[in-house]
């Protein structure tokens, strides 16, 4: 009960610096939550067209069953292709049918007979999309090759910049929350270094003097990062709606969270964040254990420092 008084009371007698501590240690995480969901989220993104048909090649009428079921073994031979879906004219007409039920008079002008037969291929890594390509470009038959490579590789650009200016925004501000919390923990040892020196004197152990200094910059990591979360979690709130209906059709895992127990309405049919309660709590875990690990170096660090035991 007397340290965590004498914890307090010592928070109390420098409340700029502890407040300037907690700030960076918020920025800090939340910078670190901004980047796991844009990650999480472009990263969904990608698997969701990595397992759509990627190439989708439109058949003359002229082009026989043989001659596509040999072209289909071609495809299977090179190994690089993960899915094929043959759609025939009368499929084709189904799905036509479908997209457009809510206009009559496009169902009326169009059969099957003028629709083409296609193949729709998956590749099982973005890389073969040109090569595939290539294939189907020197098949005779064929009147279209269409396929979403620069998409995929706009997202595969995408995933791999957040990734990497990710880690590299998330170690500075690291190494940022380390510096000040060794900073504000060496002033405060500065400051009672007299009372240090006393206590050592009376036989106080090393845990003994060292402890309340550790607990106090694990206390700026802790509430850091619960804060840094929250302005985070704000954000994905906030920015949900206006990019679901920015990327309206891509069906992401559906999410269903719960903000102070409460279900938000508009996030029951969420196309974009898919970003589950149980990865929002593993995540808040996380940081609040990265913020007690941060703020406990940092203070290990200053009493490295600046006591000499």
Do not use: C
Not at 20 to 27: D, K, N
Not at 114 to 128: D, N, R
Not at 194 to 201: A, G, N, T
Request: hydrophobic share 50%.
């Amino acid at each position: 009960m007397s340290k965590s008084f004498n914890i307090w009371h010592h928070i109390r007698r420098s409340p700029y610096q502890t407040i300037l501590a907690i700030s960076i240690t918020s920025l800090t995480f939340f910078v670190v939550t901004l980047v796991s969901y844009a990650a999480l989220v472009s990263s969904t993104l990608l698997t969701y067209f990595e397992q759509k048909p990627q190439i989708t090649a439109f058949f003359s009428d002229e082009k026989k069953e043989d001659s596509i079921k040999a072209l289909q073994d071609k495809l299977k031979g090179t190994g690089k292709v993960s899915g094929l879906r043959f759609v025939s004219k009368d499929e084709a007409l189904k799905i036509y049918q479908n997209q457009n039920k809510s206009d009559p008079l496009l169902l009326e002008m169009v059969t099957a007979d003028i629709l083409p037969a296609s193949l729709e291929i998956s590749t099982t890594e973005p890389k073969f999309l040109a090569d595939v390509a290539t294939i189907l470009q020197q098949e005779s038959g064929i009147n279209e090759t269409i396929y979403q490579k620069d998409i995929v590789d706009t997202l595969l650009t995408w995933t791999a910049t957040i990734r990497y200016a990710g880690i590299l925004l998330i170690i500075f501000f690291f190494l940022l929350t380390i510096l000040v919390t060794l900073t504000i923990t060496g002033m405060k040892i500065i400051l009672r270094r007299e009372e240090i020196e006393i206590l050592k004197l009376v036989g106080a152990t090393r845990s003994y003097i060292s402890k309340p200094f550790i607990i106090e910059g694990m206390l700026y990591g802790f509430i850091g990062a619960i804060i840094g979360w929250l302005l985070g979690y704000g954000v994905l709130l906030y920015a949900t709606p206006f990019l679901s209906s920015l990327l309206q059709g891509i069906p992401a895992l559906s999410l269903h969270i719960a903000f102070f127990g409460k279900t938000i309405p508009y996030m029951r049919e969420v196309v974009v964040w898919p970003i589950s309660i149980v990865l929002t709590g593993i995540l808040l875990f996380l940081l609040t254990f990265l913020g007690l690990l941060l703020g406990a170096l940092g203070s290990f660090v200053a009493l490295w420092r600046y006591v000499r035991f």
